[in-house]
């Protein structure tokens, strides 16, 4: 067992029309980390990497010390992916989806699982097919965390659900980091997300890492200004073709006490 | 995990799935549609003709497919490969896909058996050897029928590597 929940190393990979370019940042066991960025900035491919959907990079991607490519039953014994697209068994329940899938993992918890679905009020005899998608969601959850992962993986859990669902769930992610000694990255679009419980973000854009810093280096770099090349990256980032001159570096620091670093960076974007 | 558990939890998913039933029920009928054939070539005292074989290979096929279908393809819209559902799931892959094959050998076995005491049965009403190719016609259909089972297998695992 090592600190590093996830370490990426050198990460390349090129595709005709998309390359991710050297990526490389960690995260240690017991925090989480949002992974931030445009659409098509590589942040889905980042976890398609780990999920070995992708195979043919360069580089190395660890999970708990553990190769992703050698030594995959293990990885994702210890890893819980979350996202619209995993594949469950849609036409039974969550119940008969725990017994056909649950016996794999090593540290699987049937009882966990029954008490994961009553906290989160899913239904046990409805088709996975029925649920909506904040229930897709929240059942995803509740079967992470019967086999205990070491760490989550969240493609964008909380876009397009309401907010009190969104409360909801960031207050449960708290609840697994405290508790569990686990470590969360997940993706998110919404920026008041990340303010709330982050403690690591890291940017991408363009196959790019862009920084992977945590959250107190972030805001005292906000509060002190940013080197210029850096600020110019982000407001690029953010206002993506409709960038207008922002000179005033006070703009930073006054957004970033009143809503955050994230919603500042956000703010920025609408300057 | 050991090849003993996964066949284990394969018997296990077998038996969860609703529609396995309906399948046990499709092998029942083509138990019945062999004996039929059965009856019909001893009274007629063909069983050593071609058309024979031919029937014996489409009934292991269907059989087989009846039982092994529940561990390889799932019903959502459409048949679907199972192993899709298993790319997340900590399994050694290998194992996993050996687990149906051996399931399916077993299967083939255990039906395979009756239909050759029936077929040798059979012949010693006409002019041919028991010790012949003919003979073992049972066992050739069955063969062929696991091979053509095998490929379809191997074709549908293509999704645990994707």
């Known amino acids: ?271 | 995990m050991k090849q003993s558990v996964y066949l284990q939890l394969d018997k296990l998913h077998r038996k969860k799935l609703i529609s396995t039933d309906i399948r046990n029920l499709g092998i029942g009928i083509v138990g019945l549609v062999l004996f039929s054939g059965f009856i019909l070539n001893l009274g007629l005292c063909t069983m050593d003709h071609l058309p024979v074989f031919s029937f014996y290979a489409v009934c292991f096929l269907v059989a087989q497919s009846f039982y092994i279908s529940p561990l390889i393809m799932v019903y959502e819209e459409g048949y679907v490969s199972i192993f899709k559902k298993y790319k997340n799931v900590p399994i050694n892959k290998h194992l996993f896909l050996q687990s149906k094959f051996i399931l399916l050998m077993k299967f083939s076995v255990l039906f395979f058996l009756p239909v050759q005491l029936l077929h040798f049965a059979g012949l010693t009403r006409t002019s041919t050897p028991l010790i012949s190719i003919t003979g073992f016609w049972p066992a050739f259909a069955m063969a062929g029928a696991v091979f053509l089972q095998l490929i379809f297998i191997r074709i549908m695992a293509r999704e645990l590597w994707r």
């Open chain 1, 1 to 271: 067992m090592t600190e590093k929940a996830l370490e990426f190393q050198h990460v390349s990979f090129a595709w005709p029309d998309f390359s991710l370019s050297d990526v490389s940042f960690s995260l240690e066991r017991g925090y989480l980390m949002g992974l931030v960025g445009f659409n098509g900035s590589g942040k889905s491919t980042l976890f398609h990497l780990m999920e070995n959907k992708i195979r043919n990079y360069t580089g190395a991607i660890y999970i708990d010390g553990y190769d992703c490519r050698l030594q995959e039953p293990k990885v994702k014994d210890i890893t819980a992916f979350l996202s619209e697209e995993q594949q469950f068994f849609y036409e039974e329940t969550a119940e008969g989806n725990a017994d056909f899938l649950g016996p794999y993992y090593s540290s699987w918890d049937k009882e966990t699982f029954r008490t994961c679905l009553d906290r989160f009020e899913i239904s046990r005899t409805h088709k996975l097919k029925d649920y909506s998608r904040g229930t897709f969601i929240k059942f995803q959850l509740a079967f992470a965390m019967a086999h205990h992962p070491l760490l989550y993986v969240m493609d964008e859990p909380t876009a397009g659900l309401d907010p009190v669902f969104r409360y909801d769930f960031l207050r449960i992610l708290q609840d697994i980091l405290e508790k569990e000694n686990a470590s969360v990255l997940f993706s998110t679009h919404n920026t008041g997300d990340l303010d709330r419980i982050a403690d690591y973000i890291t940017m991408i854009d363009k196959g790019r890492i862009l920084f992977s810093k945590d959250v107190e280096t972030l805001s005292d770099e906000f509060q002190a200004g940013l080197a210029e090349n850096e600020k110019f990256q982000i407001r690029q980032l953010f206002c993506k073709g409709r960038w207008k001159s922002v000179t005033a570096a006070d703009n930073y620091s006054n957004s970033f006490q009143k809503k955050g670093t994230c919603a500042a960076l956000a703010q920025e974007a609408k300057l």
